[in-house]
Nanobody
Framework: QVQLVESGGGLVQPGGSLRLSCAAS????????MGWYRQGPGKQRELVAT???????NYADSVKGRFTISRDNARNTMYLQMNNLKPEDTAVYYC???????????WGQGTQVTVSS
């Protein structure tokens, strides 16, 4: 079993920054890809960014240039640095982990990010 625990969410003013963390534990023998997704009020869950074990990254157009995804393979931890936050970034942010390209993802419990003045 795999456990994912997110942290770092909170309330921030527009233009501010936050750094989210996702710590993975459990029966992890390999890791194909990790990612951040978010679900805003009344919206469907959407991709924010992903990163493979090799370090290849992918971002949603809405966050390019503002968010940076990174990971520490040795610590099984992933990060999301969010800069220049906007009210539309308000959402619950979820961490995901895929052991292989063909297996369903594991999900964390989510962390709330609220951008408001």
């Amino acid at each position: 079993q795999v456990q994912l625990v997110e942290s770092g969410g909170g309330l921030v003013q527009p233009g501010g920054s936050l750094r989210l963390s996702c710590a993975a534990s459990g029966r992890i023998f390999s890791m194909y890809r990790m990612g951040w997704y978010r679900q805003g009020p009344g919206k469907q869950r959407e991709l924010v960014a992903t990163i493979t074990r090799a370090g290849s990254t992918n971002y949603a157009d809405s966050v390019k240039g503002r968010f940076t995804i990174s990971r520490d393979n040795a610590r099984n931890t992933m990060y999301l640095q969010m800069n220049n936050l906007k009210p539309e970034d308000t959402a619950v942010y979820y961490c995901s982990l895929e052991i292989t390209a063909y297996s369903p993802p594991y999900w964390g419990q989510g962390t709330q990010v609220t951008v408001s003045s």
